[in-house]
């Protein structure tokens, strides 16, 4: 598929707003995505684009060590084609090259294709928090990355 992965602008906001509407049962606001793309200095977006409309994105929040996904959804028509994979590792060169080389997340119990692709690219399952999403009461998975560089066959030094 002929798409490009770039950090997310102002201006697509709106897109990325309603695919969170089509993906999450609680979905983020709108003043949130305002808020991680103008203010959060720790937050980093990255959008696939095509042809100027936005397929998906995914955020994560750079603390210290550590890099924690915040979310990552990709538009219900254009899954399955490697969108969601190339996404987490345009996150994961972003934090590695900041000089972070570990990762999270958390995840719904219930969601396999999201657990799938994290497995894929080199999460482990560490443990669980009960009853985490309020919704519906469901589990949260919590899965790290401990080596980032491994998982993409970095260098040292790349
Ligand atoms: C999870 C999500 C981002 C994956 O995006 P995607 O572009 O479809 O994923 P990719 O095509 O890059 O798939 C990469 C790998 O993930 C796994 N995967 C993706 N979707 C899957 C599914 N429905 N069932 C099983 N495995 C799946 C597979 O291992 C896949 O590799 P393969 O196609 O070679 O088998 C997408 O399903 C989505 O937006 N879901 C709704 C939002 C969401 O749940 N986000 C995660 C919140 S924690």
């Known amino acids: ?18 695919i969170e509407k089509m993906c999450f049962s609680v979905p983020w606001s709108r003043q949130s995505f305002v808020l991680e793309v103008e203010k959060n200095k720790c937050a980093r977006y990255v959008v696939a684009e095509q042809d100027g409309n936005v397929l998906g994105y995914a955020g994560m929040w750079l603390i210290v060590d550590e890099a924690h996904v915040t979310n990552i959804a990709v538009h219900p028509l254009f899954r399955r084609k490697g969108i969601g994979q190339a996404l987490l590792k345009a ?43 309020s919704d519906n009461d469901e589990d949260a998975v919590i899965m790290w990355n401990f080596s980032i560089s491994r998982a993409l066959g970095l260098k040292q030094g790349e």
Do not use: C, H
Request: aromatic residues 12%; hydrophobic residues 45%; glycine residues 6%.
């Open 1 to 18: 598929m002929d798409y490009v992965v770039r950090p997310i602008k102002s201006d697509d906001v709106d897109a990325v707003w309603e």
């Open 91 to 133: 996150l994961m060169m972003e934090a590695y090259r900041m000089g972070i080389d570990k990762m999270t997340l958390e995840v719904r119990a219930s969601n396999i294709a999201a657990q799938s692709l994290y497995k894929k690219l080199g999460f482990v399952e560490v443990g669980v928090r009960k009853g985490y999403y």
